[in-house]
């Protein structure tokens, strides 16, 4: 026996909690369930517990849209963004609509019932059971929650210390008194080092090649003083406008002037470590916006190394040793823990396999249609946000292009919506080929395809896919429509 809804939701993490919230004020009525594989909600901020853990965008633009984040802090802490996460749950009322401890295995469409069947198993006991649905919204963004990225490192097997990847840090680790080093130099490593270093005896950041840093202040001073005469819902609303601005202002300017944006990015680094560092270390090969920029909290990772808490060292590993790592260099880092900060691996829609009336589909090679469907896939929509701005900027408006898509065949009597591309329409590059950042070059596979023009290129730019997503007819030729009966 199945349990049927008009829509499933897979994910009760920030975009699977915001899709079903949308659903509620849009598209009411609709009964609806979300299909969850942990035991709580929040995704990525159930997942990651490492030291300092915390947003890498600003929380005015990466809250909800229809709840904005009132807090002066711009950058927060794992642990509020997961409680902020969870009270829009409970607000909403969605949190009734979570069954918990699932994973996904499979879903498959039936043609002839119009309906997709989800397959779930129960992990902790090992059974499975059914759903079927009308729609089916995946929100599960596009980590691989088993396993992250650990390259081959020679000689591993000696190193007498302790070796951890963030994505599975273990509880109440004492690091106190302890050599760390921290293998990395993306979001989570210029988290952790600064974290550790209060406790930890040193903290050594070994990367192989530099990234690009933005500091950005850890409260917004404005806040308390605009709130001496205006209402807090309006001073927060304009901060969310004013820092959307400054993404896109940012981003566009690092591809039109890459070389006065480096400077701009190098600039306060250098002011705040003077002479004591060689800014080497902090000047990469690649332009601003090639890879994720990483954003440094009141500049808190330099002055770690300021300080001498910390020590940044640019350079290749040549093997473990028994008591820490020996670079191609020669030098050697001496450490009692190993933090392998080396990424994430992509997985995309969970791992599930998609069928086709039990036919497999290999969603890597469809494109993706307003960067919201899939080709040839009915009724069903990826919640994909975005990667150079706020994640939830696009989930948002993607969000609710899924409630006017769904409002829209209620009221046509459709059944069935289908994205079908034109002959030629595949391009080069993935939903994410904006950026070369390792991770993705890594599992390019797992990602759906973008096309040469229109509906079907990606387009990264928020202001484009408000307009494309909110305001644009649902009927554009490119979605085949079935009617009921």
């Known amino acids: 026996m199945s349990e049927h809804f008009d829509v499933l939701i897979v994910g009760a993490g920030i975009s699977g909690i915001g899709m079903a919230c949308h659903l509620q004020k849009e598209s009411p009525g609709k009964r609806y369930a979300i299909l969850e594989r942990r035991s709580a909600i929040g995704g990525t901020w159930d997942l990651f517990r490492y030291p300092g853990v915390r947003s890498d965008s600003d929380m005015f633009s990466f809250a909800y849209g229809f709840r904005p984040w009132m807090s002066p802090k711009v950058l927060s802490e794992g642990r509020l963004v997961r409680e902020y996460v969870k009270e829009t749950a409970e607000e909403y009322g969605v949190d009734r609509h979570i069954r918990f401890g699932l994973k996904i295995l499979k879903a498959d469409w039936s043609s002839d019932q119009n309906l997709w069947t989800i397959t779930a198993l129960q992990e902790a006991t090992g059974e499975t059971s059914a759903y079927t649905c009308n729609f089916f919204v995946s929100c599960t963004g596009y ?39 921290v293998i990395g130099s993306g979001a989570t490593a210029v988290t952790i080092v600064p974290a550790m270093v209060a406790q930890a005896a040193h903290v050594t950041m070994l990367q192989r090649t530099p990234t690009y840093y933005f500091i950005a202040p850890t409260l917004e001073k404005a806040i308390a003083l605009l709130g001496r005469f205006l209402p807090a819902r309006w001073i927060y609303g304009t901060l969310r406008s004013a820092y959307i601005a400054l993404q896109r202002a940012l981003y566009k300017g690092a591809k039109r002037w890459p070389q006065a944006m480096r400077k701009f990015m190098l600039r306060p680094i250098q002011k705040m470590l003077g002479d004591t560092v060689d800014m080497r270390h902090f000047t990469p090969s690649y332009n601003p916006w090639d890879q994720r920029m990483c954003v440094v909290p009141d500049g808190d990772l330099f002055k770690a190394i300021k300080s001498g808490k910390a020590t940044i060292v640019t350079d290749e590993i040549a093997t473990f040793t028994e008591h820490g790592i020996l670079l191609k260099s020669g030098e050697t880092l001496d450490a009692d823990i190993v933090v392998t900060a080396t990424g994430i691996r992509l997985k995309t829609f969970g791992g599930m396999d998609i069928t086709l009336d039990g036919a497999p589909v290999a969603t890597h090679q469809l494109l993706s249609y307003r960067a919201v469907l899939m080709q040839d896939l009915p009724n069903m929509a990826f919640i994909f946000g975005y990667t150079n701005a706020s994640w939830t900027l696009k989930a948002d408006i993607a969000s609710r292009y899924v409630c006017r898509l769904l409002n829209y065949m209620d009221s046509k009597g459709i059944a069935r919506a289908t994205p079908r591309a034109p002959a030629g329409q595949l391009g080069e590059g993935n939903v994410m080929s904006s950026l070369t950042s390792g991770y993705i070059l890594r599992d390019v596979s797992e990602l759906p395809r973008q096309g040469r023009s229109g509906p ?16 644009e007819s649902i009927d554009d030729g490119a979605l085949e429509f079935v009617r009921r009966g």
């Open 143 to 181: 980590y691989d929650y088993d396993q992250g990225h650990l390259p081959v490192f020679p000689g591993l097997d000696r190193f007498e210390g302790q070796t951890i990847h963030p994505q599975f840090w273990p509880e109440n680790l004492d690091y106190r008194g302890k050599r760390v080093v």
């Open 456 to 471: 079907w290129r990606v387009t990264h730019a928020y202001e484009v896919d408000k307009t494309l997503l909110l305001n």
